[in-house]
C-alpha cells in the first residue's frame, strides 16, 4: 500500500543548530514533493516543492533535498530559530493523478 | 482580510444534525479543495473542484457533499452528522498553473459532533 511517513515524535533542537526532519514514502512513483509549515490552530503554509528530477533546492534558510532512489526527502533549517517552532507537513504528489498525500507532520521546537 | 475565508471558524452540534462549513476564496483560482485533518494522520482529500462544473470526490468522501456556487466559494455539508466526523476541516485553493503546485489554506474549521 502507499505510504508517506514523518517522525510522529517531536524533535527539540538548541537554537543556532540544523534541524532535520525526514520524510519517506513507499509505492509511489512522484512527480513532486512539498514542504508546509503549520502552526497551532492556523493552516498549513507552503514552503518549498521539490520535483523528481531535482536533488536539492533552497530558500532563505531551508533547503530540501529529494533522494527517489531511497524514496525520502529531508527537510533543514539552519541557524534554527524559537520562530520556527511548528509542525512541518510533507506533501507528495504522484505522477498518476497529481493528487497530494500527506504526512502527518513532525512537531519542531527550538530552545533559546 | 484572509484570501482564504472558512465559516465558522469553531461549531458543536449533535449527532444527525445538518451542517454546512463554507469558503470563499479572493485569489481569483478555480481549484479548490475540503480537506481534514484528525490527530495522527495527514490531511485526507474530501471533495475537489477545478471549476464551477466540475466536482470530484476524494478519498473520504462519505457522508459529505459540497457545492461549488461560484468561483469563489466552496461549502462542505455533512447532511447528517455523526460524532466520528469530529475533525478540523481546511478549505484549500490552488492556481490552474501547475508551476508550483502550491495550496493556500483557509484557518480551519473545527468542527464538534457530540
Known amino acids: 500500500s502507499q505510504k508517506i511517513e514523518q517522525n510522529s515524535e517531536a524533535l527539540n533542537i538548541q537554537e543556532g543548530k540544523t534541524a532535520t526532519l525526514t520524510c519517506n514514502y513507499t509505492?509511489?512513483?512522484?512527480?513532486?514533493l512539498q514542504w508546509y509549515r503549520q502552526d497551532p490552530g492556523r493552516g498549513p503554509v507552503f514552503l518549498l516543492l521539490?520535483?523528481?528530477n531535482e536533488k536539492e533546492k533552497r530558500k532563505e534558510r531551508l533547503k530540501v533535498t529529494f533522494d527517489t532512489t531511497l524514496k525520502q526527502s529531508l527537510f533543514h533549517i539552519t541557524a534554527s530559530q524559537p520562530a520556527d517552532s511548528a509542525t512541518y507537513l510533507c506533501?507528495?504528489?504522484?505522477?498518476?493523478?497529481?493528487?497530494?498525500?500527506w504526512g502527518a507532520g513532525t512537531k519542531l521546537i527550538i530552545k533559546p | 482580510d484572509a484570501d482564504v475565508t472558512q465559516t465558522p471558524r469553531n461549531r458543536i452540534t449533535k449527532t444527525g444534525k445538518r451542517i454546512m462549513l463554507e469558503c470563499s476564496q479572493t485569489?481569483?483560482?478555480?481549484?479548490m479543495y475540503w480537506y481534514r485533518q484528525d490527530p495522527g494522520l495527514g490531511l485526507r482529500l474530501i471533495y475537489y473542484?477545478?471549476?464551477?462544473?466540475?466536482?470530484n470526490k476524494g478519498e473520504i468522501s462519505d457522508g459529505y457533499s459540497v457545492s461549488r456556487q461560484a468561483q469563489a466559494k466552496f461549502s462542505l455539508s455533512l447532511e447528517s452528522a455523526i460524532p466520528n466526523q469530529t475533525a478540523l476541516y481546511f478549505c484549500?485553493?490552488?492556481?490552474?498553473?501547475?508551476?508550483?503546485?502550491?495550496?493556500?489554506f483557509g484557518e480551519g474549521s473545527r468542527l464538534t459532533v457530540l
Open positions: 484549500a485553493t490552488e492556481s490552474e498553473g501547475r508551476l508550483t503546485g502550491e495550496l493556500f
Open positions: 485569489k481569483g483560482h478555480d481549484r
Open positions: 473542484s477545478f471549476d464551477v462544473k466540475d466536482i
Open positions: 509505492n509511489y512513483s512522484p512527480a513532486y
Open positions: 521539490i520535483r523528481e
Open positions: 506533501a507528495l504528489a504522484s505522477d498518476s493523478n497529481y493528487q497530494l498525500i
